[in-house]
């Protein structure tokens, strides 16, 4: 497979078609002399849910893309995405999450929704209508298609197509830049199918990988300038929600795959003496990819405090695409719905500690690690040294991530 950002880096200036740079919010980002207000309105793509991790969308990426280029000025991001929302529901909350802002730009991102609720002719007329009231209001505005998808009867990707076009189309007649995502990841797809696969978190939403394509994209037509993602890693620090609970004395309960049911409630309780840790064990013993992410439908209803997912070697499927369905399922279910309202950490297969690797194990971790570090999530990695037992990986992993939290 070629390198993502390799592939997506030659591609994004000749797909990104631009027929008008907000060039207000371009120059005063460049004089960096006053906060530039920013908000992205759309829908579960644009808002922060389970298939970026839960704790940042493209927005939150954008906003990091803008500092790369202006690293003096004062960005203001604000991210009004919701779940299920379409161009009608974007009029009736547009007064209350966007200009009530007073943003100096709006990105807006819609079609995803619209295209199974809306009319072709009435999804163009409420962009029109929303274009019309943020210009009213002093805003810029950027046009974005979003991504292409898996074809399924609910969203068939020549109906997404149609409204994709028709995005374009209200961008020539108003005059306004178009960041066209949709056209990005069709040149990934015409050059490599598993990439473009791996670009998604489920059959409609992007992972992080695809929300850095998003932004990068949003921010080149911003500023007229590139700006690498790929050393962003997930937020700092891991498992926050978890210590602020142990700190403050509380209670937690873990859910764990082997052997970490038995590992983890030790390790936290010599940080953290008296600490009261349950630990539930997720058993995967003999168990497949997909049978695994039936298990994890189950895991949003029990309201754990840390999710640890250690799925085995032996856990097999029968392709790299089968691999990418149910491993991103397995992170999916064991995130809430929304914004993280616990903590999930991922240990690549095969556990630490093996002195050695088999090829189909090197490969089988490498592509594990490619999709946890795309679904924005932290991970419990092998040690340098083969010397090294899982309870002292843990413990040195553990201790590490509160030392660096009480700096």
Not at 83 to 112: N, Q
Not at 147 to 161: F, G, H, I, Q, W
Not at 330 to 355: A, C, E, K, R, T
Not at 366 to 395: G, N, W
Request: charge should be neutral; include cysteine; proline fraction near 7%.
């Amino acid at each position: 497979m070629r390198p993502i950002y390799l592939l997506i880096s030659s591609l994004a200036v000749t797909t990104t078609l631009i027929s008008a740079t907000p060039d207000k919010t371009q120059q005063l980002l460049a004089a960096g002399k006053e906060p530039i207000r920013i908000v992205c309105i759309g829908d579960s793509i644009t808002g922060v849910y389970y298939h970026t991790g839960g704790l940042r969308a493209y927005p939150e990426m954008l906003e990091i893309a803008l500092h790369k280029i202006y690293p003096q000025a004062q960005v203001t991001m604000r991210n009004a995405g919701i779940s299920g929302d379409t161009t009608k529901g974007a009029l009736a909350r547009l007064d209350r999450d966007v200009l009530a802002h007073k943003p100096h730009l709006v990105t807006v991102m819609f079609g995803m929704n619209d295209m199974v609720r809306t009319p072709l002719a009435e999804f163009q007329s409420n962009l029109k209508e929303i274009i019309a009231r943020c210009r009213q209001a002093g805003a810029e505005v950027l046009l974005c298609t979003q991504n292409s998808v898996v074809d399924t009867e609910a969203r068939p990707s020549s109906k997404l197509a149609e409204f994709t076009q028709a995005i374009r189309d209200v961008g020539k007649q108003e005059s306004l830049g178009v960041v066209d995502c949709y056209a990005i990841y069709e040149a990934v797809r015409a050059k490599d199918k598993l990439e473009w696969s791996l670009l998604h978190s489920d059959e409609i939403h992007p992972n992080m990988d695809g929300h850095k394509v998003f932004a990068s994209a949003i921010a080149q037509a911003i500023s007229g300038k590139a700006a690498s993602l790929k050393d962003v890693g997930p937020p700092e620090p891991a498992m926050r929600h978890t210590l602020a609970l142990l700190k403050e004395g509380k209670p937690i309960k873990v859910l764990a795959m082997p052997p970490y049911d038995q590992l983890i409630g030790p390790a936290l309780t010599r940080l953290y003496p008296g600490a009261k840790v349950t630990v539930t064990a997720w058993p995967t013993e003999g168990q497949s990819l997909a049978q695994l992410e039936v298990a994890a439908k189950k895991v949003r209803a029990m309201a754990m405090d840390l999710v640890l997912i250690a799925v085995p070697s032996s856990a097999k499927a029968e392709d790299p695409e089968d691999f990418h369905k149910h491993y991103s399922w397995i992170m999916n279910w064991s995130l809430s719905f929304g914004p993280q309202q616990w903590d999930v950490v991922v240990v690549p297969p095969p556990p630490p500690g093996i002195p050695k690797l088999t090829a189909s194990e090197r490969l089988h971790e490498d592509f594990a690690r490619r999709l946890i570090v795309a679904q924005d999530l932290h991970m419990l990695t092998r040690p340098q040294s083969d010397k090294t037992t899982l309870p002292e990986l843990l413990a040195t992993w553990l201790t590490e991530l509160v030392q660096r939290t009480t700096k």
